[in-house]
Each structure stands twice: as C-alpha cells, then as structure tokens.
C-alpha cells in the first residue's frame, strides 16, 4: 500500500509539473464556460432593437395596431403617395406597409422589408392578425373583452399522482450537469491512464519500477493517482466554474446542489472510475502507442460512449424497461444511474443490484487488468492480439 | 554462503523453452557474467531473478546473512534493465528521488547520494535538466546511477556496457568492482567478452538456455582452452608438426605461426621439440580468449554445447 501510494504520488507530481496538464487544466474550463458564457452574453446583447416601420393608415387603426405590438417596434405614419421606398431608406428603417379599406375583407397586406428580421417582421405579422380579428369582430359587434375570452389559450397544469414524483426541474439539471462532469472525469482520466500505461512503455520504464514494486502496486498506484488528479481538476473546475456560473446563469445553482442525490453521485462516479480506468489502464499495456491501437482496443476505448446510447430513452421515460436495463448493465449503469436519480426515484433493488453488479464488474476488471498488465507493460514495439492476451491471462502469478 | 542462488529456473514461451534448467550461485564480494550469444535466455533469467517473470520451474532465493529472504528484497536489489530508458520529460533529480523513494531511500539522503552520483559521472549540473535534454550516453549513467543508488546487497546489469564509449565503460568497470568490494553480489549479462574477462571472478556462459560452462576464469580455460604457442620467425620456416602435441597450426600472418597444443600438453614441453636452428623473433604462450571459446561454443551450434554439457565439469566453482 505505502508503494500503491509512493506511484500514485509520482503520478499527481509529474501532472501537475507538466505544461499539458497544467494548459488542459485551465482550457478545458474555459471552453466549457466559453459554452455558458457566451450564450449568456449573446441573449444580453440580443436585446430587441427598435425597428421603425412606415405605416400608410387608411384605416385610422395606428394607434390600435401599435398597442398590439412589441415595445421595440414603432410605427410611423407615413402620407399615402409619399415615397416611401426613399423615406424608408433615408431613415434606415426596416420597411412599410399599407392598410387599405380592403385589408378588413381580403387580410391581405404587403410588407415592404428593406433588412429582414424575421423576429421583428412576425410581431408585425402576429399584431396585424390581432388587429384583424379585432376589426372583423367590431363589424359583427363582438367587443375585445369578448374576443380575449374566447381566445384565451387552455391552461394545463400537469400534476403528478403522487408527491414525490414531481418532476424536478432543479434535480434534473443538476444530475444531468454532474453526470456529464463525472463522465467527463471518467473518460478523461482513463486516457491519461492509458496514456500513463503507455508512456511508462515508451520510456521503458516499466521494468526499472517493477524491480521496487510489484505490477499490482503500479497499476493501483496510477489508478489512485490518477483518481485524485480527477478530484483536484473537479475541485479547481468547482471552485473556477460556480461563481461564473452563479454570475451569469439565471439559475438558483446552490439551491439545486443542495438537492443533489450525493451518496448516489460518489457511490456510481466512483465505481464507472473504477471500472473505466481498470479497463483503460489495462488497455494501455497492451498497446504500442494511441495511433496504432487496432479494431478491439478501439472498440473498447469507446465503451464508457454506449451509456450515451441510451440517454435518449431515459430521458423520455425514466422507469421503462430500457432505462432500467442501462442503469444496471455495469457498462453503462453509472452514467445512467446518477442520471435516473435525478429525475426521480429509483427503486431501491434496481439501486442495490446495479451498485452490487458494478462494483463485482469493477473488480473483475481489475484483477484481468492486472494480469493483463503485469506481462503487457513488458513488451515493446507491437500492440498485442487478442490471441495474445488471452495467452497472458492464462499464465501465472508469482 | 551469502548471495543470490538460481536453482534449475525454466521458462517455456509457447512451444519455445528459451531457459532450461539453469542453476548459479553469485556470492557476495563477487562479479559474476552472464555470457551468451543474442537470444540465449540471458535476459529472460535477469527477469526472472528480478521476479518481473515467473519462472516456469526452478527457484531464486536471496540469502543474506543467516536469514533466507522470503520473495525478492525489492529494497536489497539494483536492477537496470536491457532496456533503457527514463521518464522523457521528468528532471533528472527528481526520477533519481522517485526511484530512491521507491526503495526507502530516506529523501535526504537519497538527495545526496544522487548528487554524489551526478558528480561523479560530471552530470551535476544536469540535476535540473530535463531527461530528454540528455545524451544516451549520459541517460545510461543517470540510469546506472539509479539502479545503485540505495547501496543494493545485490546488483543485477543487463548488459550494462552496451552504447557505452570506452571511458566511460572504463568508469562503469570501476564503480562495478567498488560495488562488488564493498560487498553487494554483482551479476552482470554481456555479450561484450574482453570486458567481461577482466572484470568478472566467474562467468556463466549460456548458449540456448542451457548452460554451457560456469566456473572462474582460468578454470574455464585450464579446461576449454589448451594453449597456443605464437611464433613469429624468419622466412618461410617449414615448422614441424608433431600431432601427438599438436592439434593444429595456423598461418597468421607472413612469418607468423599459431599452434594450438592438444589438450593437456604443456607449452615448455613443446617449446623444446621445436628444431635448434629455428630463428625465432618472438615467442608467446597463451590461454584462448573467453572471445574464442564463446565463439567456439556458439558456433558450434546447440549438439556441440550438448556434448560439453555432457562432460563432467569437475569442482570449477
């Protein structure tokens, strides 16, 4: 345990020296808030501008129509015969149109854009048809009050049957946003192991380490390093990423976090890291370097993706039987578990079995990982055949 | 007796047994070589010593003092591998710390005893540098220097003179023989004969995963190697050949001759059948080279290494 320890020391030291690590640490942040961020600022600046359109008004109706439309629309009155393609490009408005006596009858009216902004050019859209309905409902003597009743849309609150299965917005958002975080960890921090696996090959290394610790030291070493170097990039993303996401977000943030479902989160984060990294780290000894990983190795680099598969239908109906299925295959079940939770309850035997499934998996990992990397870290120049680590698994132990 | 005891260790690979049966003893205070053409099984021996492979049959035990120590002392052994190698971007000091650390090495003294080391090789300021920024022949000393760092009881070198310069192979020889003075049992593989010859008490030699001889030095010879008799003389002398004495002669050179004596001949002896009248300009007796009989034993192919392990070896050790 004290070499376990020793390795995953060296581990967290030597990332956290690096310049890679160090730019990633600080990037990876920044282009997740960039995401937050940026549409955030865009939706600020993406206030309504006031658009100017020139209205020829036989019908006296200006002063109706302009109480039916945005703020930022304005109406000007324009003289019939005037020219008003020029009016309109010499005071850069946005275009014109003309109500006539026939516009009550035949709904019909031109408008004249000169740029076109759709969002604009539809609240004229949407005010001219209030106005007509309006105008057409006075000629049959309907008075607006009238008219706003029977227009009014239905009002449908959806009520759960029982309390605790209010559908909570709050959760959800939440287990959703750590979710990815922990699948982001996960997969990150399996990359930077098998990439430690590898280096540790490429630097033929791995023999002068192993004649101080045994292979499973090493292998648990990085395992637990890399582990912590995730909690510490969690942290500093924590401690960067809350107070811009607080600033910026219109989002009761520290409310929701109170709602999280924790034990679920750390017991299910935990067990897809253990399971993950066993699985990449074992991986890594097998291979000569990232570019030449074959089919099979490529196939299970992918797999901590097949939970994404199944995000869909859980998403639309949480208890169903797919969702219950992904969120105890033991590939899958972490991402889909931590997310399942959040929208509501989970049985308490689906919880059980899926942790228990999870953490057997996990261990079963390991132990073929270990043996897989106890002779995988050893050789040199060629990525192994699944023939060939068949073969290893097949030897013995010391 | 102290030291590390190989006893009968096998190692199949498939259908493939690349060590068979392989026993040796490297005492304490002693430089043991472990000789052998490419792919003999050397390596594969070193790593199963150093418990990176298990060996199929057969046992290493390291035996210190009156206690038999139970697995390997990871702590009591300086390993550097065949292949070499260091973290790329990590600082010299700190791999020599980390890897010090890993065999207890207390932080302070594992400081100054790498410092010590890179001085010695005239690396010191390399200290803060990057490995990368090292030459191959100045990484192997960092290398060489971690693999003893923590005054190992016992010391395993994968040819550790491969890619050396001679200088520093002459520095390497010189802190392996300190190494073995102050104590620690020393094996070393090599392919590299001359080296081996003057440094090693004992050899091993190895040829197909079997071995071939092991003994002390003039031992070996006394028993593989009779003597040859160079003479280099005037003209075309027509030297006489006596095959009761002489196994054969060869021509070297213009005007020089080798003989090599059957075995058990003594070189006096056949000096004085040579004629009066011969005009000799020198003389010199001599053993063969290690060189020559690794060449003999490899060349002969595995039925010759068969036949001379079918002769009994007699009390060489």
Redesign the interface.
Known sequence: MR?TW??AR?EI??NLT?KQFLIGLLITPLIMGLFIVVPALLERLNQPVATTYYLVDDLGVKDTLQALLPENIILEQAESGADLERLVQDTKASGYFVLTSDFITSGQVDLVYSDRNSQSMNAVSRGLTALLQQLRLNLSGVSPQELAFVTAPAQVRQVPLKEELEPQVMHLAVAGVFTMLIFFLIFTSGTMLMQSAL?EK????A???????TPNALMQGKILGHFLLGLIQLGFWLALGLPIAIAFLDFPILEALKAVNLPVILLFGLGGYLLFSALFVGLGATMEDLQSAGNAQGLVIMLPMLAFLFLGPVMTNPDGSIAVFASIFPFTSSVIMMLRSGLGAVPLWQMLLSAGLLLITAFITMRISAKIFRVGM?M?GKNATPKEIMRWLR???? | MDGLYVEGITKTYGSVTVVNGVSFHAAQGKILGLLGPNGAGKTTILRMIMGITAPDRGSVVFRQGSSQMEGIPFRDIGYLPEERGLYREARVLNILLFLAGLKDVPKQEAKERALMWLRKFGLEEYAQKKVEQLSKGMAQKVQFAAAVLHKPKFVVLDEPFSGLDPVSQEQFKAEIRALASSGAAVLLSSHQMNIVEELCDEIFLIYKGREVVKGDLQSIKARYGSFRIDISCAGDSNLPIDTEQVEALEKLDQGRYRYILREGVPPLEFVRTLPADLEIHALSISRPSLHDIFVRVAQGGASHAEHLEDRPLGNLA
């Open positions: 070499n020793k390795i060296w030291l030597r690096n280096q490429r630097d033929r290394m023999e002068v380490v192993l004649s101080s610790v050893l040199y030897y013995k132990e010391n």
